[in-house]
């Protein structure tokens, strides 16, 4: 069954063919990045206009590199939040149009779900229950997964987002955006050894990097520090938070799994960190599917039609959509 995925939530505008859920035939990103890196984040109403240039021809695209047409597909696979209303609305009035141009049935996909589902795009088999780390610009969730349509949010972040904490500490340093890549860059020539705060919030599954990140604003106003070393040490305190409270939570939660998801799940400390420290299996997409794309959106939809979860033409956008 080939599932056409349509993702425009953020600054990314995507179109993917997966077949069966698990085998991508093609994934194009269309990515705004160099437009709003000019204003320090994401403008909304430019990325908006964006996904509207950008949406046709990367449907186009998308069924080309696949070979299928519109012809091969089976149906169409949306997401419906959460993300910016004005970019959500494109690609989902682009997936109704076809849906209703072929008679295809819809899915609209929760952009968090289709992060997880990045683990089925790999070779790797994933068991239940799993504990999902989801990392992102907007969200740092973990999530317990008890089988396909089945997510139990079990912690999140008081304040932060992960990514959002890595874009900012990479303005506060002058890295540029987006933030998160740029640190990864600098980290590697720098050694983390400045004295950085963790929030640990005992007894609570929940995260916290806002002291974190005013922590690192006062060690740059002071002037003392080599930026590659303040990188390495935001990078190191960021991922043992992360990697910490994960296992934790997993084990707590007697999952079997963890499953890494998300934008920052691209970063290379925080995999190694996770595979080193955990004591379960850890499975760890490729960087280019953890970060935006429509190939994880079509892999949950194909589930979800498994499921019989099938959307009427009425459906409408999330801006605020959880994971759970
Ligand atoms: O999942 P994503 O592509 O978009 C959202 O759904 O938000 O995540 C984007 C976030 C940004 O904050 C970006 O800085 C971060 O993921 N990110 C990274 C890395 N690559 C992307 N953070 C740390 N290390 C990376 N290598
Ligand atoms: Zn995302």
Not at 22 to 43: K, T
Not at 130 to 153: K, N, P
Not at 242 to 259: D, F, N, S
Request: aromatic share 6%; with cysteine; proline share 5%.
């Amino acid at each position: 069954m080939n599932i056409l995925g349509i993702e425009s939530s953020c600054d990314e505008t995507a179109a993917a063919v997966v077949a069966d859920g698990r085998r991508i035939l093609s994934n194009q990103v269309a990515s705004q990045v160099d437009i709003h890196a000019r204003y320090g984040g994401v403008v909304p109403e430019v990325a908006s206009r964006q996904h509207l240039l950008a949406i046709v021809p990367i449907i186009e695209r998308a069924l080309a590199e696949a070979g299928t047409g519109l012809e091969g597909i089976d149906a169409v696979a949306v997401t419906n939040g959460p993300g910016l209303a004005g970019s959500l609305l494109v690609g989902v009035n682009a997936a109704k149009a076809i849906a209703f141009a072929r008679h295809l049935p819809l899915t609209a996909v929760n952009h968090l779900h289709g992060h997880i589902y990045a683990n089925w795009l790999t070779r790797e088999e994933v068991r239940f229950p799993a504990l999902c780390l989801i990392v992102s610009g907007g969200h740092s969730d973990l999530v317990l997964m008890s089988g396909h349509g089945s997510f139990r949010l079990l912690g999140r972040t008081r304040d932060d987002a992960a990514g959002e904490a890595f874009d900012k500490a990479a303005r506060i340093l002058g890295l540029g955006y987006p933030g998160g890549p740029a640190i990864e860059r600098a980290a590697r020539s720098g050694c983390p050894f400045m004295p950085l705060p963790r929030a640990w919030l005992p007894g609570s599954h929940d995260f916290s990097f806002s002291g974190l990140k005013t922590a690192l604003f006062h060690l740059a106003q002071a002037g003392q520090y080599a930026t590659a070393d303040a990188a390495a040490s935001f990078q190191e305190a960021v991922c043992e938070v992360l990697v910490t409270k994960t296992i934790a939570c997993a084990q707590e939660a007697r999952a079997v799994q963890i499953l890494l998801a998300g934008g920052v799940a691209a970063n290379s400390r925080l995999r190694q960190l996770l595979r080193g420290k955990s004591p379960l299996p850890v499975l760890v997409p490729p960087p280019a599917l953890c970060t935006d794309n429509a190939a994880i959106i079509a892999a949950c939809g194909y589930f979800q039609l498994q499921m019989g979860r099938v959307d009427s033409l009425d459906m409408d956008v999330y801006p605020a959509l959880r994971a759970a």
